[in-house]
């Protein structure tokens, strides 16, 4: 293969995404020419991958003035940073991997480049910005946010009477939570697991915790590759659920004695605790796709291990007191993120297109909308449904007059 130089490199993985993200080319091409955007800075703090890139450059072409800094202090791919830096004059400010410290002070600084508006994934912008800078953020049009986690997060930021301007859960569109949440993440979480470890899949107990979108996309997954899946919740009619879709249902307790491969996708804390960890057989192997790294009490295997090392690329290997071998990998961050690509470019489509779409909302109804968590307009969820059925050259059937007329009456019945 010809060596190519990073941001090169950059260029093929950004027009290789390009061409399975269909509905972000259409909306490029609305922008370009109606420039809804324009004169606009919006401050992004995403995962950057080519995936994102799609979305800047797009943001761009509507008329913005973008900055873009990392969602997660390891998930950053170099060669985009390169490409986007080089090859679009896109300010971005991460690195591939960075302190906690490096992480805010870039969040930081896209607060104090006075953008007009934000997109967040996780809420580390959008709370910074509300905690710390209230004159700032009392001047933004508008925000949207990317993940469940941050929707929650921002959710509890309103209710304390802490949020000061508008914020779009883009999560909360079907054709997002829907297809990336579940096949977004079900996919490119095994994706790293198996970029990380290159274990056989089939024939082993694995574990997932959590069976809201993303961990049903998980179970599946593994199920479909010849797994014995176990589902853990707390949840009584999601773990229902797992359990008529043909899931063992058990707690952490029993399943953590068991387990081979053990993901967490809860978005809370200590799923597997230091109580579970002491469960582990020799050689479990521990994954986190949820969104923050506090779902594995990763500091309970530091303090207790006899040792540690990095056995294979995001593959850490701890040894315990009792001898013991436990596996973690990507340190327990976003292993879809860390250990691979993240989701998909086909799903990431919808979402961006989702966010892409939001944010042109946003941006015609400055000072119109109160400070508040709102929906992505069911108009935008189903435009970005029906383009996305065309670019799958997919038809569907139309309501008949006469089907219309039944649907709105309540006369006929038996
Ligand atoms: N979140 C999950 N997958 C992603 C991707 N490929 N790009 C940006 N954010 C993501």
């Known amino acids: 293969m010809r060596v190519v130089d990073l941001a090169e490199r950059g260029k093929m993985l950004v027009d290789w995404a390009y061409r399975n993200m269909p509905v972000i080319k259409l909306i490029r091409e609305e922008f ?10 919006i401050g992004a703090c995403l995962h950057i991958t080519a995936e994102t890139a799609n979305l800047a450059i797009t943001l761009k072409e509507g008329g913005a003035n973008v900055i873009l800094t990392a969602s997660n202090p390891l998930s950053t791919k170099p060669e985009i940073v390169e490409y986007l830096t080089k090859y679009e004059g896109i300010e971005v400010l991460s690195k591939p991997s960075e302190t906690p410290e490096e992480y ?102 694995a574990v997932v915790a959590g069976y809201g979108w993303c961990g049903k996309g998980v ?43 053990f993901i967490t996708v809860t978005g809370n804390i200590n799923v597997i605790s230091s109580k579970h960890i002491n469960n582990l057989k020799d050689g ?25 090392r990095l056995i294979r690329d995001n593959l850490q290997e701890y040894i315990m007191p009792d001898g013991r071998h436990i596996y973690l990998i990507a340190e327990g961050r976003l292993a879809n993120l860390v250990a691979a690509e993240g989701h998909p470019a086909d799903v990431m489509d919808m979402s961006f297109a989702n966010q892409a779409l939001a944010l042109e909302y946003l941006a015609t109804r400055k000072n119109k909308l109160q400070p508040g968590v709102y929906d992505v307009l069911i108009e935008i969820d189903k435009k970005v449904a029906k383009l996305k059925l065309a670019s799958m050259k997919i038809t569907i059937d139309e309501l008949t007059p006469e089907q219309i007329n039944y649907i709105n009456s309540w006369s006929l019945g038996t």
């Open 104 to 205: 805010y002070s870039n969040i930081r600084k896209v607060i104090e480049s006075n953008p007009n508006l934000l997109i967040d994934d996780g809420g580390d912008l959008i709370v910074t910005i509300n905690k710390e800078y209230k004159t700032i953020a009392s001047k933004i049009i508008g925000a949207t946010e990317e993940t469940t986690t941050g929707v929650i997060r921002i959710n509890n930021l309103y209710n304390e009477g802490k949020l000061y301007f508008p914020v779009i859960a883009v999560n909360n569109a079907k054709t997002k939570h829907m297809f990336d949440n579940r096949y977004g993440t079900g996919q490119s979480t095994i994706d790293g697991i198996l970029r990380a470890t290159n274990i056989l899949i089939a024939g082993k107990v």
């Open 219 to 261: 179970a599946w997954r593994l199920k479909g590759m010849g797994a014995r899946v176990i589902v853990c919740e707390v949840d009584p009619i999601k773990a229902l659920e797992a359990a008529m879709d043909g899931f063992e249902v058990k707690t952490m307790e029993e399943a953590s004695k068991i387990g081979d491969i």
């Open 32 to 41: 370009r020419v109606k420039k809804p955007l324009a004169s606009l800075k």
């Open 284 to 308: 479990a192997i521990l994954a986190n796709s949820g969104h923050f790294n506090v779902e594995i009490d990763v500091s309970y295997l530091e303090s207790k291990k006899i040792s540690k």
